[in-house]
Structures are given as C-alpha cells and as structure tokens.
C-alpha cells in the first residue's frame, strides 16, 4: 500500500548476511569457542557502530542494534530473529540462540562499540520485522513530529501496556529503531504493532480502518477528551513545541483537549499520549 510502512508484526526472512564484511563463525553449542575481538578496525564493530548511528544502514541491512540481557530475553520470548550478538567480557548462557553469530569483546572494546555509557551488554542485533496488511484496527494513537526518541520509545511501550492496537508515525519522528527509541520501549518493540503513514495517506487509511481520528490540540474548538467516546477512534499527538500540524488538523473529525492546571503550558508528547490512551482503553 503506498504511503504506508508496515512495523514490527511478523517477522521477515533476514536479510542483513553480508559476507563480505565479516567471516561467518561457528554457532555457539556446548563448549564451543567464540572468536574474542580485540581490534576496534574489525569489520563486526563497525558494523555494530553503523547500526547505532546510520538509519540509512539500518534499512539496508534489515537490522537494529538492542543492548541488555533483559531486552535479549525479550526478543527471544517475543520471536524476534537475534542475528548477532556481542557479550561484553564472557558469553552467557540462553536458549533460543542456534543460528545466532556471537562474539566477545573486553570492556574497553564493547564500550567503544556500545551507544550506551556503562552497559553491562550484551549488544546484539535483531532483524527488522515487516508484514503486509495491518488488518482491523479497534483504535491507535497517530504520533506526528514527535522527535525526541524517548518520547516515541515511551508511547510505545505505554501503547503496549494499554491495549492500544497500533501506534502510527507520521511527519518527521524519531528513527523506530534508533537506539535511544529501542531501549525506551523496553522490549515493547518486540510486540507492538508500529506503522509508518505518510501524512498525505493517513486519511485515507483511517477511513478504510473505520476509525474518527481526533487531534490533542490547545483551541477554542477541542472539546474536553472526558466527554468523547475514545473508544474505537485514533488520536493525534504532536511535539511538545508545535503541536499538530494544519495539515493534520484538518485531517480531523474534532479536535479533544486535556484539563490541566491553567498555569501548565504543556504536557510532553509521552505524557499527553498515556492520558489519552488510557482515556481510550477505560
């Protein structure tokens, strides 16, 4: 469907194994030795590095970079496909990693390679998910310029937690699978369906999935959101600075605003979106 992304719904065939960067080890079974790394011009640390900061490599790889052994067993549990793994010092021992290519690296290298200060790793690389069609959507929160990717992480991870069938990134948000972004969505990025809609289709597509979309925003026409029935419909939330845009406002059925204390400017895009959210799903 043009216009529109389809995010972390079923996992596809990875597509990242690229042999001319790094030699294929062996897989880690029972007593196996892993190749330690020593060397920060190894093509695997490269790699690891470019996955931090290059969106651009990201897409063409099919990969993300995750970093914890919490959010390692999530991806497992989850059926995210692990393709790599860099454990910081020694490897640990975890099912569900056959096929799965590991390294070592002392402190000072897996630093060097982490985005993270202090991590105590392992880092490891997941396989990006892609699907075909969302299905029916029941509701979905709509995240326009939303930057900041702990904002976008946490409304993620929130959406998750409340029941919220798809989160929707439109305009100019932060990178899904930035690192930041992943390690706010505390693992939700392994269970929570994510598009990506171009703004021009978003109409379009909330239309066909049945569902009055309704924009947060500070005017004289936005009603307050405890007298809306939320409940099968899709909200907009902007950045904190600009909030919605025109073009999105005028993509509305109505527009819904939070009560707040009058000497509050705003609520931050995380926070307005879990008010919201849960006004959605109670």
Known sequence: ????????????KNVYHNTLLWKTIKNRKAGADLETLTSRKTAYIRHLRRLADDGDYRREQ??????????????????A???SIL???APQDLEGLDGCEQYIAPGDLFDYASPMKNSPGPLFAAAIRGCGKPGRLRNAIVLENVQDPGNVGTVIRTANALHIDAVILTGSCADLYQPKTVRATMGAIFRQKVLRVERDYLGG??????LPLYGAALSEDARDL??????????AIGSEGQGLSEELLRLCDG????????DSESLNAAAAASIVMWEMTR
């Open 226 to 235: 405890r007298g809306l029935s939320l409940k099968n419909a899709a909200v």
């Open 81 to 83: 496909k692990v393709v």
């Open 62 to 79: 099919g990969q993300y970079l995750c970093d914890g052994m919490k959010t390692l067993r999530e991806a497992l549990r989850f059926g």
């Open 87 to 89: 454990w910081r010092d």
């Open 255 to 262: 527009q819904l605003i939070i009560p707040m204390n009058p």
């Open 205 to 210: 597509f909330l239309r066909d999935q049945q």
């Open 1 to 12: 469907m043009r216009g529109i992304m389809f995010f972390s719904c079923k996992i596809e």
